[in-house]
């Protein structure tokens, strides 16, 4: 198996002297400090000849201290190995710029536009750097860096501007207003691009195509987005996304947390995920740390990641096929009925029944209850014994087949080039799972199955979770069976400080791979905390899959991904 | 066909599932871990501030309130805790050095106003001391703080001598070198 070394050494014959600085963390983690020259070449490298076929996302840091700004590459592989390569490129902070990899990774364009608008690093040969969660209002004033002085105060420390109008009303604006940029007292250095509307309009080519709104607040979305249609008949010639309705910035909120106070802000990127979200977020502190979590601790947060799982996919499950509803009957209140019942074990330990809280650097907050092993193990029996009757019944149903087969397919080469992961890359034939690629907690002594299917359409991405949650059943009843007692927590200091350094942590999200990748300078307050979300790589490769389909099918097709909204906005 | 659709919709009338839950005349069995609204235990506050401190939404203030022990805290003042930041994420509660902040089961918070969900220590307080019991301890504790005072002040007079003594001490040995 290609561990990190193999990787560098290859690395560095191919390219001598690029590598400018190198780190091997672990056999699977790869730091390395690159030639911004060579970056584009190295990662062609990487993909061509080493397999780094998965583009996970990118990170930009602001070093002011050395004027600098970072970006990093997050590489991995769809199964060939378990390596994950960082590569970190160094640009002045002056006159920002890094060459673009969306050349060669599809989906490299919505990482780098996040981190355009954010930053202001340019990105050259980029094929269209428009903003994608800033409100328009602030873009050009890159609120991530460190000098950001929060918004809008450019010159006073006043949150929105109040302006009286000539009718005596009190209008309330974002600075810098027009009044002020004539005026010259606040510099105005807004980039100039087309509108997401003007980019749209600017699409339509013949009389018979218009454009279809969807959202931003819809019926059928699982949160606030665009999702424009530009139809000709009853086709989607292609499909706009415009997301950031609720972007609340949970990265920059992180900055000025402590790490302890971070834990309940992690919660809220998406609540159907907030353990899996502690647990990333602890996780990279542990690295950091360079702590070991007491087994016990570990089996208690697999048990309730797993049944975070279960209640997560029922959910998500639900909800998508009544809101498809053609179907005869909805499973939505099936679902809730036995989610309310896996809800209340997780209750029963973290006290909460969405935001959970839950997961501390170096162990857990509770112990188990007593008869919490009962309780769940009933509560699964009911699911498992439900979640079949499901699957029996979805087979048996003609109406569901129609729907649901055939629709919004995606092959696994189109699959792992979108960058989507969790349950719809392993519908496409892809078992790839973070819990067997880069193992954590107790996985590796657990007995499961990764579940995958070849059809790639809807209705096998429904089929995928509704078997994961009987896997999850069966995580769990393993692991009440093994769970062994001792402490919970590991003796960590009061006041959490890591180490200097960077770590990244991934964990399997009920939704796919969630990374969080960490910065941390040695005080109590991180430097930055990338998240990478499952959702925002769905979301992205949801265009692209929708082209062709019948208006009909969007709902099937865009429902079946199980997306969330808040993670993407972050 | 769909006919399994209708049988498994029988199954659940029949076996009568409950679903619907009738809040709030029956509220839900909630488990001891729950995170619900503040309890303080105004008698083993110590006022020491550290559930002020870690609040991620600052939404803790110390407030003056008579009816706690004043021989452990002496500044009188607790935590008030206004509810419409609260986030119940009970990092306040792991805090507290003296577990005298709990959470509760209680989680029906709803109020006309604002202020309404600003809960002061008379509010969340378990453990009150009556008018007669709070005016006897403050008479304690100012006893105490009399007594400490005193103390403190012979202390220092007694270190004032000290160090005058040894200052002449001091000056003796100089006048020796010289
Ligand atoms: S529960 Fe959390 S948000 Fe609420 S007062 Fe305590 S620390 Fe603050
Ligand atoms: S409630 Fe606890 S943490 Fe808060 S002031 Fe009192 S003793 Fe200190």
């Not at chain 1, 309780?375 to 699964?380: D, E, G, I, N």
């Amino acid at each position: 198996m290609t561990t990190a070394n193999d990787v560098l050494s290859a690395l560095q014959s191919a390219f001598p002297g690029a590598i400018q600085e190198f780190r091997v963390e672990a056999d699977n983690r790869l730091w390395a400090t690159v030639d911004p020259n060579k970056i584009v070449e190295i990662c062609e490298f990487l993909r061509d000849e080493q397999d780094f076929d998965h583009y996970s996302g990118a990170a930009g840091v602001d070093k002011i201290d050395e004027a600098l700004f970072e970006v990093t590459e997050i590489l991995a592989s769809h199964g060939a190995h378990p390596v994950v390569a960082l590569l970190k490129v160094k640009t002045p902070r002056d006159a920002p710029s890094v060459k673009s990899l969306t050349d060669l990774f599809w989906n490299a364009n919505w990482y780098e536009r996040e981190i355009w608008e954010m930053f202001g690093i340019n990105f050259e040969d980029h094929p269209g750097l428009y903003p994608l969660l800033l409100v328009d209002e602030l873009v050009g004033s890159w609120p991530w860096r460190k000098d950001f002085k929060g918004y809008p105060d450019y010159n006073t420390n006043e949150r929105v501007l109040e302006i009286i109008n000539p009718d005596g009303y009190a209008e309330y604006k974002i600075s810098p207003t027009e009044a002020e940029i004539e005026a010259g007292t606040v510099p105005e250095t807004r980039p100039e691009y087309p509108t997401f509307r003007e980019r749209e309009i600017m699409e339509l080519e013949t009389e018979s195509e218009m454009i279809l709104h969807l959202g931003p607040q819809h019926a059928i979305v699982p949160g606030p987005f665009m999702l424009d249609l530009k139809v000709d008949g009853e086709r989607v010639k292609k499909a706009y996304l415009d997301v950031g309705y609720i972007h609340k910035g949970i990265e920059k909120i992180l900055e000025n947390r402590t790490y302890i106070q971070g834990i309940p802000i992690t919660d809220r990127m998406c609540y159907l995920a907030a353990l899996s979200n502690n647990e990333a977020f602890c996780g990279a502190i542990e690295r950091l740390m360079e702590i070991e979590v007491p087994e016990r601790a570990q089996y208690i947060r697999v048990i309730l990641e797993e049944l975070s799982r279960i209640q997560s996919h029922l959910l998500g499950t639900g909800e998508f096929l009544s809101l498809i509803g053609g179907v005869t009957y909805s499973p939505f209140q099936w679902m809730i009925i036995d989610r309310e019942e896996t809800v209340s074990c997780i209750e029963s330990v973290t006290g909460a029944r969405i935001t959970h809280s839950f997961i501390r650097p170096g162990g857990v907050r509770n112990d188990l209850p007593d008869g919490f092993a009962e309780m769940t193990r009933s509560a699964l029996k009911t699911v498992v014994d439900k979640t079949n009757e499901y699957k029996e019944l979805f087979l048996s149903d003609s109406m569901y087949e129609m729907r649901m087969a055939g629709i919004g397919v995606l092959s696994p080469e189109e699959a792992r080039r979108l960058g989507v992961s969790g349950p719809p890359l392993r519908a496409s034939d892809t078992p790839y799972d973070m819990r067997r690629e880069d193992p954590i907690l107790v996985y590796p002594d657990l007995d499961f199955d990764v579940i995958s299917r070849k059809e790639g359409d809807s209705k096998a991405r429904v089929e995928v979770r509704l078997d994961e949650i009987i896997e999850s059943c069966h995580i769990v009843e393993q692991c009440l069976d093994q769970i062994p007692g001792g402490p919970i927590q590991e003796k960590v200091p009061k006041k959490i400080k890591p180490n200097p350094g960077e770590a990244y942590y991934r964990v399997e999200d009920p939704r796919g791979e969630m990374g969080i990748f960490l910065v941390s300078d040695g005080t109590d307050k991180p430097v930055k905390v990338k998240v990478r979300g499952p959702v925002f790589a769905y979301f992205q490769a949801l265009p692209p899959l929708l082209e062709g389909a019948y208006v009909a099918d969007v709902v099937a097709i865009a429902g079946s991904m199980d997306a969330c909204t808040s993670e993407v906005d972050r | 066909m769909v006919v399994k659709n209708f049988q498994l919709t029988l199954k659940h009338a029949i076996h009568g599932i409950e679903v619907t839950r009738l809040y709030p005349e029956v509220l839900m069995d909630l488990p001891a871990a729950e995170r619900g609204i503040h309890q303080l235990d105004v008698r083993t506050c110590i006022g020491c501030g550290a559930c002020v401190r870690i609040c991620p939404n600052d939404c803790i203030e110390m407030v003056t309130y008579k009816y706690g022990n004043p021989l452990k805290n002496k500044k009188m003042k607790f935590p008030q805790i206004d509810y419409g930041r609260c986030m119940f994420c009970g990092l306040c509660v792991d805090d507290c050095p003296t577990e005298c902040l709990t959470m509760t089961k209680d989680f029906q918070i709803a109020g006309w106003n604002r202020d309404d969900i600003i809960l002061g220590p008379d509010d969340i307080a378990v453990g009150k001391y009556s008018d007669e019991e709070a005016a006897k301890l403050a008479e304690e504790a100012r006893i105490a703080a009399e007594e400490k005072k005193k103390k403190k002040a012979a202390a220092a007079k007694a270190k004032k001598a000290k160090a005058e003594a040894a200052k002449k001490g001091d000056e003796g040995s100089g006048e020796k070198k010289e």
